[in-house]
């Protein structure tokens, strides 16, 4: 539900097969997308919350070559990267 009670709704129209295999990943990157967007972040010391980078290095895990703000560093390897949205998950929760 979004606001003054209307709904949101992702609609696929999938004409190939190609297409058909790609809708899983994209509404992973979607959620995830979603999800990122939603977070915010205190530092030690600081009194403000801070959202993520725009350009979120999570979303490699599922894309072909990791983007990433300058001057971070790029992680290219398929777990290294799993893992990394695996701890933001955790954090969230407070397992961390």
């Keep these: 539900e979004i606001f003054m009670g209307g709904t949101n709704t992702i609609v696929m129209?999938?004409?190939?097969?190609d297409s058909l295999l790609a809708t899983p990943l994209i509404y992973d990157l979607v959620i995830l997308g979603e999800i990122c967007?939603?977070?915010?972040v205190q530092s030690d010391?600081?009194?403000?919350?801070?959202?993520?980078h725009p350009v979120l290095s999570l979303l490699s895990y599922?894309?072909?070559?990791?983007?990433?703000?300058?001057?971070a560093p790029v992680v290219n390897a398929l777990f290294p990267q799993?893992?990394?949205?695996?701890?933001?998950m955790r954090?969230?929760?407070?397992?961390a």
């Design 13 to 17: 129209h999938n004409t190939c097969e």
């Design 37 to 40: 967007e939603r977070i915010r």
């Design 45 to 52: 010391g600081r009194d403000d919350w801070e959202a993520f």
């Design 62 to 71: 599922m894309l072909k070559a990791p983007l990433v703000p300058n001057g």
């Design 82 to 88: 799993r893992q990394a949205i695996v701890n933001v």
């Design 91 to 95: 954090a969230c929760l407070g397992l």
